[in-house]
Nanobody
Framework: QVQLVESGGGSVQAGGSLRLSCAASGYTYMRACMAWFRQAPGKEREGVAAIDSFGSTAYAASVKGRFTISKDNAKNLYLQMNSLKPEDTAMYFC????????????????????WGQGTQVTVSS
């Protein structure tokens, strides 16, 4: 059974940093596309960043240069978020797709079968 558990969310002021973590279990972690999505109230879920089994990454234009996605051999996925802005406020979700490459660059939520419960990030101005 695939399980994804996020942690690391919180409240910060604009310009601050947070590091999100996602603990994965129940599948061949290193052969999956992993991604972070976010959803703000009243908005659609959007892709933030993705990393495939080869280590290739992709980012949404709104976070490029500020966020970094990474993973380790202990089945943990990370999202380092720097220079946070109020518009980054959202519930952040970890997602997994059991393909070695990320379909559509990992940007479409419909490509991911497995999801965590989410962790809230709030950025104040």
């Amino acid at each position: 059974q695939v399980q994804l558990v996020e942690s690391g969310g919180g409240s910060v002021q604009a310009g601050g940093s947070l590091r999100l973590s996602c603990a994965a279990s129940g599948y061949t972690y290193m052969r999956a596309c992993m991604a972070w999505f976010r959803q703000a109230p009243g908005k659609e879920r959007e892709g933030v960043a993705a990393i495939d089994s080869f280590g290739s990454t992709a980012y949404a234009a709104s976070v490029k240069g500020r966020f970094t996605i990474s993973k380790d051999n202990a089945k943990n996925l990370y999202l380092q978020m720097n220079s946070l802005k109020p518009e980054d406020t959202a519930m952040y979700f970890c997602a997994a797709d059991l393909n070695p490459t990320c379909l559509y660059g990992g940007s479409r939520s419909s490509s991911f079968a497995y999801w965590g419960q989410g962790t809230q990030v709030t950025v104040s101005s």
